[in-house]
C-alpha cells in the first residue's frame, strides 16, 4: 500500500509518500522557523496561513520525486491533533478534498504517534515492547508501549515541557527562537562545574516532570550574575551547559526508573528534543551503566516534525483496515491512550 502522508500540526509543513514494499520514497519539509522568529515563539495565524501557501506545491513535488499517480495512492494520512487548530484544520481540509478527488480512504494521524513510530523509519527499528520518552515542543511524556494503538501513560511533565523550557531559557538568554539547538550551541562553550542546576522531581516517587521551578531557577541565576546589567558571554555559555545538563540528567533519571518499573530492555526517545546529542550521550550512558537494554531513535531530521511519520503510522494504520468517514475531525487535545490498537 502507498500513502500519502501529511503533517501540518504546528510550524512546519511536511509532507510524504510511504510504500509497505519500496518505504519511504519521497518526503519534502518546509520550516517556518524564520516567519515565527521575530515573535519569538509560533504565531497561530501565520502558521495557517504559510501552511495554505506551501502544502500543494510539497505535495506535487512528492508526487514528482515517487513518480506516482493519483492511481498508485491507496490512501492519504494527515496529522489530526494535538496541535494548534488552524493548523491542523488547514491539513485535515486538504487531505480530505483529496481523499474525494483521488477516491482514496483518509485517515487522521495522532501526531505523538507519528514521533513514537519515526524510528521505525530506520534500518535497524525498535521491536515492541519498550519505554518511550517523547519530547518535543509542547509534551515530555513517558509512554509504556505495547503495539501500535497499545499505549499506556507512565509520567508527564505537570507544567512546562522540556521544549518549552529550552526555549524559554534561550530567550532569558538572548538567543534565537527555537531555543533548544541554540542553547545546545552554546553549551559547547561552557565550562563544566560552574554552575550546577537541581534535578526537579528526582527525589520523590513517580515519573511526571517539572520544569518551570528549573526554568525559573536560570533567571535567578541569569540576574545574580549580571555585571551592570550585562551578562558575559561566558557565563552565558556556562549557564547554558548547567541547564542542559539538569534537562539531560532529570530525564535520564526518570528513563531509568521506567524502565525498572515495566521490566523493559528497550529505551525509544522521539520528538524534536530528541535530536540534542547530549541527551542522546546522556541516555547510551545510562543504557550502559545498567548492562543490559538499547536505545533507539530516529535520525534528526525525522526527530522534528516531518510528513514521513505521518505517512509511516497512516501505512501501518490503513492497511489494517481503519477507515473514517468523511468529516472533518481536529483534536487540539488527544490523549494517546484513546487510540485504537492494531
Known sequence: MRVLGIET?????????????????????????????????????????????????????????????????????????????????????????????????????????G??????????????????????????????????????LLGESVDDAAGEAFDKTAKLLGLNYPGGPEIAKLALKGTPGKFVFPRPMVNRPGLDFSFSGLKTYTRNTIEDNRTNGVLDDQVKADIALAFEQAVVSTLAIKCERALLATGYRTLVIAGGVSANSRLRAGLEKMITKRGVGQLFYARPEYCTDNGAMIALAGCYRLAAGQREDSQIVCRPRWPMDTLPGL
Not at 60 to 83: H, L, Q, R
Not at 97 to 113: A, C, F, K, Q, R
Not at 121 to 149: C, K, R
Request: hydrophobic share 40%; net charge negative; with cysteine.
Open 115 to 152: 514521533h513514537v513510530l519515526a524510528p521505525m523509519l530506520e534500518d535497524n527499528p525498535p521491536e515492541f515492547p519498550f519505554v518511550a520518552l517523547l519530547v518535543s515542543g509542547g509534551h515530555t511524556q513517558l509512554v509504556d508501549v505495547t503495539g501500535i494503538g497499545h499505549y499506556r
Open 9 to 113: 500540526s504546528c510550524d512546519e509543513t511536511g509532507v510524504a509518500i510511504y510504500d509497505t514494499d519500496l518505504g519511504l520514497m519521497a518526503d519534502e519539509l518546509y520550516s517556518q522557523v524564520d516567519l515565527h522568529a521575530d515573535y519569538g515563539g509560533v504565531v497561530p495565524e501565520l502558521a495557517s496561513r504559510d501552511h495554505v501557501r506551501k502544502i500543494l506545491p510539497l505535495v506535487k513535488k512528492v508526487m514528482a520525486d515517487s513518480c506516482s499517480t493519483p492511481e498508485d495512492i491507496g490512501g492519504i494520512a494527515y496529522t489530526s491533533g494535538p496541535g494548534l487548530i488552524g493548523a491542523l484544520m488547514v491539513g485535515a481540509a486538504f487531505a480530505k478534498s483529496l481523499g474525494l478527488t483521488w477516491d482514496v480512504p483518509t485517515l487522521g494521524i495522532h501526531h505523538m504517534e
